[in-house]
């Protein structure tokens, strides 16, 4: 996927073939978490952000995609949105976009400050996930590759811990087949055009691959 992106996505929206080095990481550990820095994954509880259980040990691939879309042109990434990072396995069995935050509970939820009315993190998120899939996606080698994986999930990952949206009974019994091991599966249309799932996490949660 770091080929990929260095080579196909700069090819395909007509920009230079992408030199940034060390925004990739790969590991095989049961546990893991990740941040969205140099180093990328972490082993020790508590230093990352998004928490993975990896029981299989599948081999896995973490780019900073990120820091790879900033190395663009400065007129290319322009008022577009980004995610932190992407996770894929080398069988082809997960391929994951993770935006990752570390805030509040209350700030991740539409709130109020002096500069008025804010959407909150979750809907932030939303939209940097859904509008890096959408660049990804509209590359054709790039669909190709993620196509081939089963599993297609976008992930929001809040390191503190917070209350799902406020559910009605009906609405929260519809959902009870879709809480994942800690996750939530949330609708979101957009999102799911693509054959991706949104799915979110917090606090001591832990994305089971």
């Given at each position: 996927m770091e080929a990929l992106l260095k080579q196909d996505f700069t090819t395909?929206?007509?920009?230079?073939?992408?030199t940034i080095e060390h925004i990739a990481a790969s590991t095989s550990a049961p546990y893991f978490e990740l941040k969205d820095d140099q180093t990328l994954v972490y082993t020790t509880i508590g230093q990352g952000v998004a928490k993975y259980s990896n029981e299989n040990t599948l081999t896995l691939t973490v780019i900073n995609f990120e820091?790879?879309?900033?190395?663009?042109s400065p007129s290319f990434i322009h008022r577009k949105e980004k995610c932190d990072l992407i996770v894929?396995?080398?069988n082809s069995k997960y391929?994951?976009?993770?935006?990752?935050?570390?805030?509040?509970?209350?700030?991740?939820?539409?709130y109020i400050n002096?500069?008025?009315?804010?959407?909150?993190?979750?809907?932030?998120a939303r939209a940097q996930l859904l509008s890096t899939l959408t660049l990804l996606m509209n590359v054709p080698i790039i669909a190709?590759?993620?196509?081939?994986?089963t599993f297609r999930h976008c992930c929001f990952f809040n390191k503190q811990?917070?209350?799902?949206?406020?559910?009605?009974?009906?609405t929260?019994?519809?959902?009870?087949?879709?809480?994942?091991?800690?996750?939530?599966?949330?609708?979101n249309p957009s999102i799911e055009a693509f054959d991706f799932e949104f799915w979110e996490y917090s606090g001591n949660q832990v994305y089971q691959l």
């Amino acid at each position: 996927m770091e080929a990929l992106l260095k080579q196909d996505f700069t090819t395909h929206y007509g920009l230079p073939e992408a030199t940034i080095e060390h925004i990739a990481a790969s590991t095989s550990a049961p546990y893991f978490e990740l941040k969205d820095d140099q180093t990328l994954v972490y082993t020790t509880i508590g230093q990352g952000v998004a928490k993975y259980s990896n029981e299989n040990t599948l081999t896995l691939t973490v780019i900073n995609f990120e820091s790879f879309f900033n190395s663009l042109s400065p007129s290319f990434i322009h008022r577009k949105e980004k995610c932190d990072l992407i996770v894929h396995d080398n069988n082809s069995k997960y391929i994951l976009l993770n935006e990752l935050t570390d805030t509040l509970p209350h700030y991740v939820t539409p709130y109020i400050n002096t500069r008025g009315s804010q959407p909150g993190k979750r809907q932030k998120a939303r939209a940097q996930l859904l509008s890096t899939l959408t660049l990804l996606m509209n590359v054709p080698i790039i669909a190709t590759f993620v196509s081939k994986h089963t599993f297609r999930h976008c992930c929001f990952f809040n390191k503190q811990a917070m209350s799902p949206p406020i559910l009605t009974a009906t609405t929260a019994f519809n959902r009870l087949g879709s809480i994942r091991k800690g996750g939530l599966k949330m609708s979101n249309p957009s999102i799911e055009a693509f054959d991706f799932e949104f799915w979110e996490y917090s606090g001591n949660q832990v994305y089971q691959l």
